[in-house]
């Protein structure tokens, strides 16, 4: 086969890939957690499934692995909520209740601005810019909010998708060999340990990114209450919670995790809100400088530009759950593209 017509139909494989990605959008969101759970189950239940049973005298097997690799993870996440979930919600719902009186502190501090800058000579923009700004600030915040209350709704009505994904990732780690031995045989007898090696490869890259990137996020989340906290900025362990959430998101994840922060601060003082910029600043540098290198290291090893147009196509199809998986699924279209394109060209 030529090669112009082998790099077409490449391309009209990804872009008709794509196309059916945009269709099924409802259906594979489920998938794709299943998939990425999986992979960072797997090294847990590969080691459950080596131990010996004292009374039989044989390996625990995949089965019971798997069961007792979720018993294990249900029981780190609910004494990790148990200490923060009861606390959050109270200050959770004091956000909510106080949101008319925030609103109303913003309009009043606006006023105060616009006195304060009138002897300025371009007061006759200015004030128009600042409360433009303030108000953009307060409609995001509670936007924000409302977007926070919304998804938990969804999550409730979307309760047969989380039936799903266990049950998905359950059976996925059951067979996980067999059905890895199955998708080898799909390939040419030349080219199947090529195709195992590329599915280990994307284990690697996804398992280590999440797992990675779930410690990046409880540090930074730390710091956040912290900081917070000792600044006197209210609600603290909601904006230590929202900025490990939104952590998950490359690139834009801290900005929106700080504008919160930084509009409750100002409401208190403008001074504050100064501090809490500069605070969230020097977490940032810690984070880039220190803790990604220390802990990601090259795991993922994507281009700024990749991970920006991953997150839009996320973002697009399948909203904050779709940034949010946006990375792992890139890293694994990387290691795709690098077996079956990049290295055949060279």
Known sequence: MAKSTEFWLKLAVILAGIYLLSQVTSIYLPVILSIILTFILNPLVNVLSRQR??????????????????????????????????????????????LPYLMKQIQTLTIEVQKQINYIAIAGHLPTAVEQAMSSAA???????????????????????????????????????LIKENVILLFSPGTRGKAGLIIDEMGTAVSGYIRGQFIVSIIVGLLVFGGMYGFGVEYPLVLGLLATITETIPIIGPIIGAVP???????????????????????????????????M?????????????????????????????????????????????IKEER
């Open 53 to 98: 049973l004292w009374p039989l005298r044989r390996d625990l097997g995949r089965g019971p692995a798997v069961f007792f690799a979720f018993c294990l993870t249900l029981l780190i996440i609910a004494i990790v909520l148990s200490f923060i979930l009861a606390p959050f919600f109270n200050e959770f719902n004091k956000l909510v209740n106080n």
């Open 139 to 177: 409609a995001y915040s509670l936007g924000l909010v409302r977007r926070i209350v919304n998804s938990i709704f969804n999550l409730a009505s979307g309760i047969i998708e989380l039936i799903i994904v266990p049950v998905l990732t359950y059976y996925l780690l059951k067979d996980w060999q």
């Open 261 to 295: 922060a930084v509009v409750l601060a100002y409401l208190a003082a403008p001074a504050l809100a100064v501090k809490v910029i500069i605070f969230y600043l020097v977490v940032q540098q810690f984070e880039n400088q220190i803790i990604v290198p220390k802990i």
């Open 297 to 341: 290291g090259h795991v993922i090893d994507l281009h700024p530009i990749a991970v920006i147009i991953s997150l839009l196509i996320g973002g697009q199809l399948f909203g904050v759950a779709g940034m949010m998986l946006a990375v792992p699924v890139a890293a694994i279209v990387k290691v795709l593209l690098n077996h079956l394109w």
